[in-house]
């Protein structure tokens, strides 16, 4: 297996909606890393969660990708890769999007950084990095953090709004805008996507698309997706994004198995 990389997402892929793993994936995951697979995760948290969630596996990857591949760090802790969003669009960026009287929390490399403290059942990271600093917008515009990601709390109106501010002050297509969600806006690089991430660490590995394996499970996942023809949909992915994988299985567990049917095959 020392020629295969499986690369997978956490929330709603190699976790469950209890954040928590099944014992089968479990297993199938722990033999694969035992006879010399390549596993990375690959997720929108910070690393301190994937770094958490490997601790609990009991095994560690030899890279992590964080911030939906705006982060990559290999096994020992150094920086494979760190993409900020380009200083010059700070200014117009902050005017953008803290103007709008909206709830804005910008990550760095290592911190998430809110304007006020959370409520304790608000917190959904597995250690929680966050830093509170009250006029954000300020300390950002001073330089004392290098942003990865704007993460903005609304509704469609306002996010509306904020990207029509965007695109008439810096340009359309400079920086990533994103809905993530009803409620959640993104702004990060646009050099910045998962698929990206993933291609980097097969060009580090020496591994081909044809041994390369990548499971998800939303929008974010699919820059993956296109990497290889053995790109994989779990658990509650929506049809739109099972219709983009090459196949749909229900866990991390049953790729793996797939993966072992498929080395047999070409013995």
């Known amino acids: 297996m020392n020629n295969v990389l499986l690369v997978c997402d956490l929330d709603g892929t190699l976790l469950d ?3 928590q793993i099944d014992q089968l994936s479990f297993n199938k995951i722990k033999k ?4 010399g697979g390549h596993f990375v995760i690959c997720t929108g948290r910070m690393d301190t969660d994937i770094q958490y969630v490997e601790q609990k596996l009991g095994f560690a990857g030899e890279y992590r990708i964080s911030q939906n591949g705006a982060v990559i760090k290999d096994k020992h802790n150094q920086s494979i890769l760190l993409e900020t969003i380009p200083s010059e669009f700070i200014p117009k960026l902050n005017h953008a999007i803290f103007t709008k009287g909206l709830r804005t929390e910008v990550s760095d490399e290592n911190n998430r950084h809110f304007p006020s403290p959370r409520k304790p059942e608000e917190v959904a990271e597995f250690v929680d990095s966050s830093k509170v600093i009250e006029d954000l917008a300020t300390y950002i515009l001073a330089g004392e953090i290098n942003p990865t990601v704007y993460l903005t709390f609304g509704n469609e109106k306002a996010f509306k709004s904020i990207k029509l501010a965007i695109n ?5 297509d400079k920086v990533t ?3 993530t969600s009803p409620y959640s806006l993104e702004v990060f690089s646009n050099k910045v996507s998962k698929g990206k991430a993933v291609e980097l660490i097969q060009q580090k590995l020496g591994v081909s698309s044809n ?3 990548v499971v998800g499970d939303a929008e974010s996942d699919v820059s993956m997706f296109t990497l290889t023809k053995h790109a994989y949909a779990v658990q509650e992915a929506e049809r739109a994004i099972c219709e983009k994988a090459s196949y749909y299985r229900k866990t991390v567990g049953d790729v793996v198995a797939d993966i072992y049917q498929k080395k047999e095959e070409r013995i």
Do not use: T
Request: proline fraction near 0%; charged fraction near 15%; glycine fraction near 12%.
């Open 168 to 172: 008439e002050s810096l340009g359309a």
């Open 32 to 35: 694969f890393c035992e006879d």
């Open 17 to 19: 909606s209890s954040g």
């Open 177 to 179: 805008v994103i809905q």
């Open 211 to 213: 041994n390369l394996y």
